[in-house]
């Protein structure tokens, strides 16, 4: 299994940034898949996640400024991040998992002005 992110970099308050994490190694079109972050200090904190039918979880902090979506086609799944705030900065992860956990190597968001 192998799970890379891409996508995250520093942008201002009221920004956007689009994550990719792009999968291998699984069959992507019948997995669940899910979003997570971690900042300095703190653990790892859930952001989304999209099933095989396409149906979607948000945490309440990011619901109405993130969007989660998946191309199975491409084996990517992406998560779409407006309005990003101060407190949105952290290392995105991408996870999978079946019998065990997988995480991608993270991506870098920083929103800072």
């Known amino acids: 299994v192998q799970l890379v992110e891409s996508g995250g970099g520093l942008v201002q308050p009221g920004g956007s940034l689009r994550l990719s994490c792009t999968a291998s190694?699984?069959?992507?079109?019948?997995?669940?898949m899910s979003w997570a972050r971690q900042t300095p200090g703190k653990g790892i904190e859930w952001v989304s996640g999209?099933?095989?039918?396409?149906?979607?979880t948000y945490l309440d902090s990011v619901k109405g400024r993130f969007t989660i979506s998946r191309d199975n086609a491409k084996k990517t799944m992406y998560l779409q991040m407006n309005s990003l705030k101060l407190e949105d900065t952290a290392v995105y992860y991408c996870?999978?998992?079946?019998?065990?956990?997988?995480w991608g190597q993270g991506t870098q968001v920083t929103v800072s002005s």
């Open positions: 996870n999978f998992r079946d019998s065990a956990s997988y």
């Open positions: 190694g699984f069959t992507f079109s019948s997995s669940a």
């Open positions: 999209i099933y095989t039918d396409g149906s979607t």
